[in-house]
């Protein structure tokens, strides 16, 4: 589109913002309009197509062009995020995902957009505009793309997971394998275990199918399992969500004893466990998994690809038992006709296979590794105590000083543009009122320390 065009479009949707175009009206001729602004005919006509296709303008053969019936707000008006609504599990989700450009985010789960690979990206998608007319038109296999499987198989033997294509099944993101698995292995009313603290979209995403949710403590080294036997034995739970490489949101690894005491009290108790390992690649070093100690018999492993390349890439996967894996692709096709888009997996796969992906990978963690260092310390001045120093990833789980309510901090920061991550909305128990999780790549501009230590020293304990 040239500035031009741009320029036109933008001077109609200024009348109409400005009301000196109602809903109806007719649009200024072409050839008038054209004289108006001093550019050609063609211009205008471009403008007034781009803003059909908006649906901002109607066309009517033989009559003109009219302002839309639909057009009942000013153009251009972005919603706000509504700042008064309840802190629950899906508080940080919405108060970061509608947020104004200018907005700081240390509460977020993502990293900014400058620390992502563009440019391998940009790469893939010339491949595909490049690649076969199918991948751009057509539903992809009801298991999602074979050569994206393929490499997943070969990155889980990578674990000690040997596995074929055939165990993994590709899905539309990490959070629709887990509604998948939720839609296969349970029914209104079960019982479903998650680590307290947990993500918190674990939490809104069970609420949804309608199950009861009880927790276990999080250690330093994964589940409290003296806790999370007794959790077992007195409320039955069908499925138990954790994260293994490192935890959402205490930054925790999981180690190899506790690995395998959970195992041990799972299998006595008929407990299946969904491990979701999006933050693998943040490893210096991978860590025990336990859908590699249990061989995939009553452990699924979930993954995507949002935290490392893309998150408007929209791919995840869940490698699970055969049986397990043939139910969940009728499911697939029965409620999204097919899982991941062709287009989506093909770029991923282009991506994963570029060859300055794992430089971009062994970057970000050196970048991280910075980032946590700097705002630990940071945090250190104003009082604010990390409860783990963690291996990777970008997540800190801190505890306010004086127990001051991080709902209450979360909430005037809110007022100065600065979106944080209070600790119950984290906790199934409640039990977090006093702790945040921050986001370092998210915490580089000076300004979100100058609101936490303003927001800190305004507020009572």
């Not at 296709?53 to 019936?69: D, K, M, N, T, W």
């Not at 000083?401 to 979106?419: N, Q, T, Y």
């Not at 209070?422 to 000076?446: E, K, L, T």
Request: glycine share 8%.
């Amino acid at each position: 589109m040239s500035s031009r065009t741009g320029d036109v479009m933008e001077a109609i949707r200024g009348r109409i913002s400005s009301r000196a175009l109602s809903q109806g009206d007719r649009l200024p001729s072409i050839r008038s309009l054209a004289a108006t602004l001093k550019v050609s005919p063609s211009t205008v006509v471009e403008a007034y197509d781009r803003l059909v296709s908006e649906g901002v303008v109607l066309s009517r053969p033989g009559s003109g062009f009219y302002v839309s019936a639909g057009v009942t707000t000013p153009i251009g008006h972005a919603l706000q995020p509504r700042t008064d609504r309840a802190i629950d599990p899906l508080w940080v989700s919405r108060q970061a995902l509608d947020a104004t450009p200018e907005a700081l985010k240390p509460g977020c789960g993502w990293l900014p957009s400058d620390w992502m690979p563009h440019a391998i990206i940009r790469r893939a998608l010339r491949g595909l505009a490049r690649g076969e007319d199918a991948v751009l038109a057509d539903y992809g296999h009801s298991r999602g793309s074979l050569d994206l499987r393929q490499l997943l198989a070969r990155r889980c033997a990578n674990d000690g997971l040997d596995i074929g294509p055939e165990q993994l099944l590709l899905t539309s993101s990490g959070t629709q394998a887990i509604d998948l698995i939720c839609r296969f292995l349970l029914r209104p009313g079960d019982t479903v275990l998650v680590d307290d603290p947990c993500y918190f979209n674990f939490q809104a995403l069970l609420r949804a199918h309608g199950v009861r949710i009880v927790s276990a403590p999080y250690t330093p080294t994964g589940p409290d399992t003296a806790r999370l036997a007794q959790v077992l034995a007195e409320e039955r739970p069908r499925l138990y969500i954790t994260n293994s490489a490192i935890h959402n949101p205490t930054g925790a690894t999981l180690s190899a004893q506790t690995a395998h005491r959970l195992l041990t009290i799972a299998s006595a108790q008929g407990l299946i466990i969904v491990e979701d390992d999006i933050f693998a690649e943040f490893e210096p070093e991978p860590s025990p998994r336990l859908a590699a100690f249990d061989g995939l018999v009553n452990v699924i492993r979930i993954g995507s690809f949002s935290k490392t390349l893309s998150a408007s890439v929209r791919c995840g996967y869940i490698a699970a038992r055969p049986d397990w894996i043939e139910a969940m692709v009728d499911l697939q096709v029965a409620t999204n006709f097919g899982g991941a888009s062709p287009m989506a997996a093909q770029l991923v796969f282009d991506s994963l296979m570029d060859s300055g992906y794992r430089r971009h990978v062994e970057a970000l963690r050196r970048r991280l590794s910075t980032a946590r260092r700097d705002a630990t310390a940071r945090l250190a001045d104003l009082g604010v105590g990390t409860w783990v120093a963690p291996r990777g990833g970008f997540y800190l789980w801190a505890r306010l000083p004086d127990g001051k309510d991080a709902s209450v901090i979360a909430r005037a920061a809110l007022a100065e543009d600065v979106i944080l991550a209070p600790g119950n909305v984290f906790s199934v128990a409640q039990q977090a009122s006093d702790f945040m999780r921050f986001n370092v790549g998210q915490m580089q501009d000076p300004r979100v320390f100058e609101v936490l230590e303003r927001t800190l020293a305004n507020a009572a304990a």
